[in-house]
């Protein structure tokens, strides 16, 4: 629900706000827990460490709350929430690279280069005219146009 207010009052991306809300996660929480555990955690940093170690699952275990108040905290705000946000905001970068690929594979993406070679329609001698191309000048790019493919044959 949070969320949703937030990006309805920054007309945002649904995704930004899942990494807006999880930078703002981070940093409350820090605060949060060394208000609650200023032994444990006597600077920002030290907190800081903690949640981050936590919300992305690492647990050195170095440093934990000793407190009761700071356990339940740790345990239904950092665990449960924290390392839920965390793992959307992972599965949003992935998503995103497996999408790049995709549209690569199948020839979506729009070639904005220069100085490249273009060949139009692949056969099996444009195959073999791109491995040589592509093995004289390593630095230059070779564009495959081919409306009947449906995934790059290389």
Same mark, same amino acid.
């Given at each position: 629900?949070?969320?949703?207010?937030?990006?309805?009052?920054?007309?945002? !991306?649904?995704?930004?706000?899942?990494?807006? *809300?999880?930078?703002?996660?981070?940093?409350?929480?820090?605060?949060?827990?060394?208000?609650?555990?200023? !032994?444990?955690?006597?600077?920002?940093?030290?907190?800081?460490?903690?949640?981050?170690?936590?919300?992305?699952? $690492?647990?050195?275990?170095?440093?934990?709350?000793?407190?009761?108040?700071?356990?339940?905290?740790?345990?239904?705000?950092?665990?449960?929430?924290?390392? *839920?946000?965390?793992?959307?905001?992972? *599965?949003?970068?992935?998503? $995103?690279?497996?999408?790049?690929? &995709? &549209?690569?594979?199948?020839?979506?993406?729009?070639?904005?280069?220069? %100085? %490249? %070679?273009?060949?139009?329609?692949?056969? &099996? &001698?444009?195959?073999?005219?791109?491995?040589?191309?592509?093995?004289?000048?390593?630095?230059?790019?070779?564009?495959?146009? !081919? *409306?009947?493919?449906?995934? !790059?044959?290389?």
């Amino acid at each position: 629900m949070i969320f949703r207010i937030i990006q309805k009052a920054m007309k945002m !991306d649904v995704k930004f706000t899942i990494f807006i *809300g999880l930078f703002a996660f981070i940093l409350i929480t820090t605060k949060i827990i060394q208000l609650i555990e200023p !032994d444990t955690f006597p600077d920002y940093f030290d907190a800081l460490w903690w949640v981050m170690t936590t919300v992305t699952t $690492v647990g050195y275990g170095d440093v934990s709350p000793v407190t009761v108040g700071g356990k339940i905290f740790a345990m239904t705000i950092v665990y449960v929430v924290g390392i *839920g946000i965390m793992g959307v905001a992972v *599965g949003y970068v992935v998503d $995103v690279y497996i999408d790049y690929k &995709r &549209r690569k594979e199948t020839g979506k993406l729009s070639y904005k280069g220069k %100085h %490249h %070679h273009v060949i139009i329609n692949f056969s &099996r &001698r444009s195959k073999e005219t791109i491995k040589e191309l592509l093995s004289m000048n390593e630095d230059k790019d070779v564009v495959l146009v !081919d *409306g009947a493919l449906e995934k !790059d044959p290389l």
